[in-house]
C-alpha cells in the first residue's frame, strides 16, 4: 500500500497540540514555551486554541480517559495527550465527533506513531459513546468537575468561601481582549471610531479612562494603530497599577519586577514628564521584551538586568518618589489566559514565593525616598503571596511606613477591601482577571 500523505482535516493541529500539552502535562513546560516551535506554522491558531482548551480540562479529561487505558503509564506521552485533545474536541467543541475521531487517527501518523492508531480510535469512540457516564463518574467532586487542582481548591475555599464557585467557574472561562489607548496620541473615543471603521467593534470600560474591550478578540497585527504604540493589550485590572501609584511630572520611578513591560509602558504613557523611570528585571530575556514594547510605544526608559532583592545590582544610591513592585508569583488570578497553570503549580510554590516577595518588598523599599508611595501587586488570588506578605513586612517596618488609605475598593467594580490593599476577583462584576494591590508610604528615612 502506497504511503499516505493526505491527513484528515484537523490531524495536523491536533498532532501539534498532542505535542504541546504533553510538553505541559508531563514535562512541565510552559504553555508559551510548548507552542513556540508553531509560531511559524500556517496552523498557529488553531493549535494554540485547542492546547489551551486542552489544558483548560485536562484535569476532568484526563481521569475518565485513563480508565479507558488498561495500563495509562504504559502508553507513550504524546498519545496520551492526544487522547485528552481528542476527548476536548469531542465534549468542548462544536466539531462533530466522528470528524474529530478520524483526525486523531490520522494525527498519529503525523505523530510517526501509526501503529497506535487502533488504540486511539477504540478510546476515543468510546469516550464518545460513554462520555456522560465516564465525565459523570468524578463530577460529584467539585476539583475535578472544574478541572483545578485539590488544593487550589482548598486554598480558594479557605480564602474566598463565598466566591469560589465563581472563581473556578470565571478560570474556565475565555478571557476578554481588553486594549489600552495611549490618551496623548488618541482619545478613546477616537480610538472606538479607528476600530469601527476597521470592521472591530469595542466598548469603554467605564471605570477606567484608557481601557476598551473589545467585543471580539483579533490578532494584535489587526488593529489600527498598533505598531505605531496608539494602543496596547492590557487587563483593565493591570492598568490600575500606574493609577494607584500616582506618579507626577519630574518624578523618579522604579518600576521592579518590569517585565515583560506593559505597566511600564502605561506608567509613561500617564505621565510623560517624568524626570526618568528606571525598568528592573532579573532576567535578561525577560528585559528584551520590555525593550521591544517600549520601542514599539516610542516611550524612553532606562532598561537595567538587577535583582530588586539586592539593591546594589541596579542602583545607584538616588532615592525614588514613586516604586511599582509587581511581583512573581503564582499566576492564580490569570488561569483563564494561563490554563497551564493549574497543571504547573504546586501549593509548595505558594510559600516560596511569598518568602522571595518579601524580600523583593525589603529591597524595594530601601531604595523609595522619604515621603515616597510603594504599590505593591500581585496577580494572585491567594491571601499568603498579598496581604500575609504585607503584614510580615509591616511588623517589621512599622517606626518607618504607613498604609495609604484611599478606598481601593471604590476604583473597580466588585473590588474587595482586605485588610491591607484590595483584591479583584476574576471575573466578578469588574470582568478582569485576578490583582491585588496595597499602597505603602515612607514616613521616614527608614533603614
Known sequence: MAERTRWAPGAAALAGSARAVAAVAFGGCSSDEALREHEESGDRAAVRAVTLGSLRWFLRLAPAIESLLPRPQSVARELRALLVVGAHQIAYSRNVPQATVHAAVDATRVLRQGRASSLINA???????????????????IAVRTAHPAWLVEALAGAWPQSVESILQANNEHPPMVLRVDLNRRSREQYVRELSAAGHEAQPVDWTPAALH??????????????????SVQDAGAQLAATLLEAGPHMRVLDACAAPGGKTGHLLERTPQLEELVAVDV???????????????????TVQKGDVREPGTFWDGRSFERVLVDVPCSSTGVIRRHPDIKLLRRSSDVSAFADSQLAILRGAWRVLAPGGRLVY????????????????????????????????????????????????????????????YACLEKTTAGT
Do not use: W
Not at 525593550?291 to 516611550?299: F, P
Not at 462584576?429 to 490583582?435: I, L
Open 123 to 141: 478510546v476515543l469512540r468510546r469516550f464518545v459513546a460513554e462520555r456522560d457516564e465516564l465525565l459523570g463518574r468524578h463530577d460529584h467532586d
Open 214 to 231: 473589545l467585543v471580539k478578540p483579533v490578532a494584535v497585527a489587526a488593529l489600527p494603530g498598533f505598531d505605531d504604540g496608539v494602543v
Open 283 to 301: 532576567d535578561e530575556e525577560r528585559l528584551s521584551r520590555v525593550r521591544a514594547n517600549l520601542s514599539r510605544l516610542g516611550r524612553p526608559a
Open 377 to 436: 501587586a500581585t496577580c494572585s488570588v491567594l491571601p499568603a503571596e498579598n496581604e500575609e506578605v504585607l503584614s510580615r513586612f509591616l511588623a517589621e517596618e512599622a517606626t518607618s511606613l504607613v498604609a495609604a488609605t484611599p478606598p481601593l475598593h471604590a476604583l473597580a467594580p466588585g473590588a474587595l477591601p482586605c485588610r491591607i490593599g484590595m483584591q479583584l476577583l476574576p471575573g466578578a462584576r469588574a470582568g478582569t482577571d485576578g490583582f491585588y
